[in-house]
């Protein structure tokens, strides 16, 4: 069983960044996947950004949808057990709930979600 604890989102201007956090614990499989999905208001749930982490420290593989690349960075800090998100030049179509998701061994485990607003 895993548990996924995110950090609050927030109201951000149009250009400005934030980062959102999803700490992780319990029982973790040697290899599985990290994603950060959004869903706008009236939308689907998307993908916005993964990384594979294995028990390996230096391994990861990390990928980005296309509407994202170049502005949001996933990393992961293994001594808190904790996945970053850090989103830079944000724009206002990036108005979303922002959700954590941890997959392996055909188990998904996802977080509440938490809004974030970039409006001026």
């Known amino acids: 069983q895993v548990r996924l604890v995110q950090s609050r989102g927030g109201l951000v201007q149009p250009g400005g960044s934030l980062r959102l956090c999803c700490a992780a614990?319990?029982?973790?499989?040697?290899?599985?996947?990290v994603g950060w999905y959004r869903q706008g208001p009236g939308s689907q749930r998307d993908l916005v950004a993964s990384?594979?982490?294995?028990?390996?420290?230096?391994?990861?593989?990390?990928t980005y949808a296309d509407f994202v690349k170049g502005r949001l960075t996933i990393s992961r800090d293994n001594a808190k057990n904790t996945v970053y998100l850090q989103m830079n030049s944000l724009r206002p179509e990036g108005t979303a709930v922002y959700y954590c998701?941890?997959?392996?061994?055909?188990?998904?485990?996802w977080g509440l979600g938490n809004q974030v607003t970039v409006s001026s």
């Open positions: 990384i594979v982490i294995r028990d390996t420290a230096d391994y990861d593989r990390t």
């Open positions: 614990s319990g029982d973790f499989s040697s290899l599985f996947v």
């Open positions: 998701n941890l997959r392996q061994s055909s188990t998904e485990y």
